[in-house]
């Protein structure tokens, strides 16, 4: 999916924005939103505006991430969609977002993609070779929620962190997106006060983090005593991140890396 000249990671904030080009390179639109499915940091879909030639005044449109090229040193996607299939597309009510499960699997399914999370059947018990916790994310996917199954990046920037026993430890800074894979890398976050970590960044798992919606924060599974002894980056030194450096940091904080996982 993506030109190896390209970086394969980029944050949610340089990706905001980006124009929207088709296949001939002529300017439909730009990138609104990404939303993240909070179960598994997928990107569930992207949210498009559509102007230029495909004026669609204030609409919004929900894309599979899947249809998406990055072309990163043009600050562009090329959208592979066809201008008639855009042209007849149902748009976003603004006051119904996000969308459900249900209603994703409609988008999915006008724009010819399979959805992400009907790649495999499988029984409850679990699947071949499958882990607990792959299991337990397969598992939050079928299960009725009583909160929504996406959030937008922004929304979810800037959210509190709290720890297992409830202490508040910091904010989430940013999100760093996996281009090729389609999901958060990892979540950047900062600690305050918390035991002299001020000033620096963490690379933190997807995994580690759970969204407690009536709290309006996200709990960290990570013990006190791992942190501590994390070893951050400056704030203007952002890394090049490559995947053996991220494994690294998913090794440390004992999570498998998602790119080493069978997809469910």
């Not at 505006?49 to 090229?69: Q, R, V, Y």
């Not at 299939?85 to 006008?110: M, Q």
Request: proline residues 5%; without cysteine.
């Amino acid at each position: 999916m993506v030109d190896r000249d390209d970086p394969d990671f980029l944050s949610e904030g340089a990706l905001k924005g980006n124009k929207v080009i088709n296949k001939t390179r002529e300017n439909i639109g730009k990138i609104e939103k990404l939303m993240i499915d909070l179960a598994d940091g997928r990107i569930a879909y992207a949210v498009l505006s559509f102007g230029g030639i495909l004026d669609k005044g204030n609409k919004l449109f929900a894309i599979p991430w899947e249809a998406l090229t990055p072309k990163i040193h043009e600050h562009a996607f090329i959208l592979d969609i066809s201008g008639e299939v855009l042209e007849k597309a149902e748009d976003l009510d603004k006051n119904r977002l996000p969308l459900t499960r249900d209603e994703l699997s409609g988008v999915y399914t006008y724009y010819g993609h399979l959805p992400y999370w009907q790649t495999v059947v499988a029984k409850q018990v679990g699947l071949p070779g499958e882990t607990e916790s792959e299991r337990i994310v397969r598992m939050r996917r079928t299960s009725v929620r009583k909160y929504p199954d996406f959030l937008p990046a922004d929304t979810i920037k800037g959210e509190k962190v709290v720890s297992i026993a409830g202490e508040n430890l910091g904010k989430i800074e940013e999100l760093i997106i996996d281009l090729q894979d389609g999901r958060v890398a990892y979540a950047v976050l900062s600690f305050g006060e918390f035991s002299g970590m001020n000033g620096k960044f963490f690379a933190i798992p997807w995994q580690a983090l759970q969204a407690k919606f009536q709290e309006h924060a996200f709990l960290l599974n990570i013990p006190k005593y791992t942190l501590e002894k994390a070893e951050g980056f400056d704030k203007d030194n952002w890394l090049v991140t490559t995947r053996e450096w991220l494994s690294t940091v998913y090794s440390y904080y004992g999570y498998q890396p998602y790119w080493q996982t069978p997809r469910l």
